[in-house]
């Protein structure tokens, strides 16, 4: 079993195009190749397969990076199945996590949502789905700084706030809150009850 991101960009003609995907690329790379694991196509739209274990805080780095550019945010959809046919394109690689990541971008698109979930458990789904709108409430309206701290904070688990303050110039206290206004614990809390309910597929 697989987890297959499809996404798009919100905004992406009002904003350094250059800019917004070199960094969603520099990212990217980081776990995999393109396009066998990733494609960025059709300009703002992108592609991504990670495992199950992997997905939410895959989900979450895609989301400060891109928030924390000026007047952009991003749309995911997550599908969580098999992967029956693996092609060295993973936008021709198919099976049901792709179908319903597909599908359930366009459902997005239609009703606003800035993230959803599609497996083959609808009670699953159900809680999950309840979970991640929640969430995107706080997620959704992430300055770009808050953003910022939050992708490192994703990006390298042993990192220190001593060592964010150095890197963001700013006081640790000024971290500190920035984490507390985040709720970054509960991300934490959020990111293991996720695991906990997609291992029970």
């Known amino acids: 079993m697989i987890a297959v991101i499809t996404g798009d960009i919100i905004n992406s003609q009002h904003a ?3 800019v917004w995907i070199t960094k969603l690329k520099n990212l990217l790379e980081n776990w995999g190749s393109s396009p066998l694991t990733w494609e960025i196509y059709r300009g703002d739209e992108f592609q991504f397969k990670c495992t199950i274990d992997e997905v939410f805080w895959c989900f979450l780095a895609i989301k400060s990076v891109i928030k924390s550019q000026e007047n952009l945010d991003v749309r995911m959809a997550i599908g969580i199945g098999e992967e029956n046919f693996s092609s060295d394109k993973i936008t021709e690689s198919n099976g049901t ?10 459902g997005l698109k239609s009703d606003g949502d800035t993230v959803a979930i599609k497996t083959s458990n609808e009670a699953v789904d159900r809680d999950l789905n309840m979970l991640l709108k929640w969430s995107s409430k706080d997620f ?3 300055t770009m700084a808050t953003a910022e701290i939050i992708h490192e904070m994703i990006m390298n688990e042993d990192i220190t706030q001593e060592d964010l303050a150095k890197k963001f110039a700013i006081s640790q206290s ?11 614990d509960l991300i934490i809390e959020t990111n293991q009850y996720f695991r ?4 029970e597929l």
């Open 97 to 106: 996590a792709y179908v319903y990541s597909g599908r359930l971008l366009n």
């Open 140 to 142: 959704d309206k992430w």
């Open 174 to 184: 000024s971290v500190s809150q920035r984490l507390k206004r985040a709720n970054y």
């Open 16 to 18: 350094d195009t250059e």
């Open 196 to 199: 906990k309910k997609i291992s």
